[in-house]
Every structure is written in structure tokens, then in C-alpha cells.
């Protein structure tokens, strides 16, 4: 089996289940026709910029580009997180933390995937280190997006509980840990559901795409293996980097609660 390129008329008959979803839209005045458009329009010229972005990063091997394009996605990542989340911490902190925790795992997944596992030369090869870090960065970022909202939502409506416990002498750790617990659960559950189902319910796309591409399925599954036990050890790591220092910031050296430093909720954010 070889590689079949796709034209632009294959693209856009891909594109009529599209139309159909906002036809459906229509049908039960759910409102999400302009939301739908602008969502297609914006994936597929983000799509061509990074294709052709990194055709050029590919070609030249840089370890200058390579780096280049990673900071975008961790400014990317940062962007994201927080925009996702119902109560975040106010100032530069809330980016901060929200990049570098899913971002710095996946780094370290992706270094150790492409120099100790496959074996590139150099480790830094943007072929293989870009898109690794990209899928780890991206299923990362959902888990620790997921934690954070959690803590913090529950911090905000559990108040009167956790000063409680502070106020009887237990440590932020102590008055938090359920909060926590509850929170890192919830910021697994997506990968752990994931690896679940995978070729039960669903063919992952990495694998579906080599096999599209003509690879032999055993040796995409293989490589499938690879990058979803890269993304659970990632997504663990992120997400527990995150959530204790979401605590942290929750509280202060003389363990009271500090929702104070929580951005307020938005009205939009409210109404939803």
C-alpha cells in the first residue's frame, strides 16, 4: 500500500458532514452555525501555517528552528490553559504555571522518546521531536487545564470546610488533600479513559494515520504504544506538578486560605 495524497475536492467532500452538522444546528436552533464556520476556518489556516512552518523547520534542521517552534507551543499551551479555566490565579503566575507544567513533562517525554527509544540523530531532530512534543504537550494540557478548574472551583465552594480545618490546626496540605485528590483524578481520568478504549472503541490517530500513510499495522501499533504510555507518564507528571502548586498558591506560609488571589469569575463564565 502506498501514500494516497489528498486534493482539495476530497477535502471539501470531507467537509459536506460538516455542512450537515450545521445543518443540524439549524434544525434545533442550537445557535452554533457562526461558531462552527469560524472553528473550521480557524483549524484549517492554523493547520496550513504550522504545516508550512514546519516543512521549513524540517528542511533546514536547525536546532535554532527547532527551539523556536517549541517556545511557540509552550506560549500556545500557556495561552490555552488558561483560557479554559472558570477561576484562575491572578497576574503572570496563572500563564506561568499553566505552560510550563504540561509543556516542561512533555519535553522531557518527548527528549527521552526520540534519544533513548528511537534513537534519532541528533536528539533535538525536529522531524521527530516537534510532533512527539506536540501530541504529548496537547493531551497534557487537557489534564492539567482539567485539575486546575477542579481545584480551584472546589477551593472557592468548599470555603467554609477548608478555613474549618485550618482553623483546627491541619496543615494546607491536610485541609486541601481532598480537593487534591479530587482534583488529580479528574485530570487523569481523560488519558486513563483513553488508553481504555483504544483499538476497542477507537483506532488513536497516530496509528490511524500511519496506517493511511502504508505503514504495516503491527509496526503502527507499536509506535501507538510508545507515544500512550509517553502521554500517561506526561500527563501524571504534569498534572501533579500542577495541582500541588495550585495548592500552594491556594494558601500561604501561615496556612489560610487565599481565594484572594483567584481572578473573579467572569459574567459570561457565570451564566454558562
Same mark, same amino acid.
Given at each position: ?127 521527530? #521531536?516537534?510532533?512527539?512534543? @506536540? *501530541?504529548?504537550? =496537547?493531551?497534557? %494540557? !487537557? +489534564?492539567?487545564?482539567? $485539575? ?27 485541609a486541601l488533600q481532598d480537593v ?19 483499538? #476497542?472503541?477507537?483506532?488513536? @490517530? *497516530?496509528?490511524? =494515520?500511519?496506517? %493511511? !500513510? +502504508?505503514?504495516?499495522? $503491527? ?20 498534572v501533579v506538578l500542577a495541582g ?29
Amino acid at each position: 500500500m502506498t501514500y494516497v495524497p489528498l486534493t482539495p475536492l476530497d477535502l471539501g467532500l470531507a467537509a459536506l458532514l460538516l455542512l450537515l452538522t450545521g445543518g443540524l444546528s439549524l434544525a434545533f436552533r442550537l445557535g452554533l452555525e457562526r461558531t462552527i464556520l469560524i472553528s473550521a476556518v480557524r483549524m484549517c489556516v492554523q493547520l496550513g501555517v504550522v504545516a508550512l512552518v514546519l516543512k521549513l523547520v524540517f528542511e533546514s534542521g536547525s536546532m535554532l528552528a527547532t527551539a523556536a517552534f517549541a517556545l511557540m507551543m509552550l506560549l500556545a499551551t500557556a495561552y490555552e490553559v488558561v483560557s479554559r479555566q472558570e477561576r484562575r490565579f491572578q497576574g503572570p503566575v496563572s500563564h506561568l504555571m499553566g505552560g510550563a507544567a504540561p509543556f516542561m513533562a512533555g519535553l522531557v517525554a518527548s527528549i527521552f522518546a526520540v534519544s533513548a527509544i528511537i534513537g534519532a540523530e541528533p536528539w533535538w531532530s525536529p522531524r521527530y #521531536l516537534l510532533p512527539i512534543l @506536540g *501530541m504529548i504537550v =496537547g493531551n497534557a %494540557l !487537557a +489534564g492539567v487545564t482539567l $485539575v486546575l478548574d477542579t481545584i480551584t472551583s472546589a477551593a472557592s465552594r468548599e470555603r467554609a470546610a477548608i478555613e474549618g480545618r485550618l482553623a483546627l490546626g491541619a496543615t494546607r496540605m491536610d485541609a486541601l488533600q481532598d480537593v487534591l485528590r479530587r482534583g488529580l483524578k479528574t485530570g487523569l481520568t481523560p488519558i486513563l479513559s483513553a488508553m481504555a478504549v483504544a483499538g #476497542l472503541v477507537s483506532l488513536p @490517530g *497516530m496509528m490511524t =494515520g500511519q496506517i %493511511l !500513510a +502504508g505503514a504495516d499495522p $503491527v509496526d503502527a501499533m507499536t509506535y501507538q504504544v510508545m507515544i500512550m504510555f509517553l502521554i500517561a507518564g506526561a500527563t501524571g507528571i504534569a498534572v501533579v506538578l500542577a495541582g500541588l502548586v495550585a495548592v500552594a498558591l491556594l494558601t500561604d506560609d501561615r496556612h489560610r486560605l487565599r481565594l484572594d488571589r483567584l481572578a473573579p469569575v467572569k459574567p459570561n463564565k457565570q451564566q454558562s
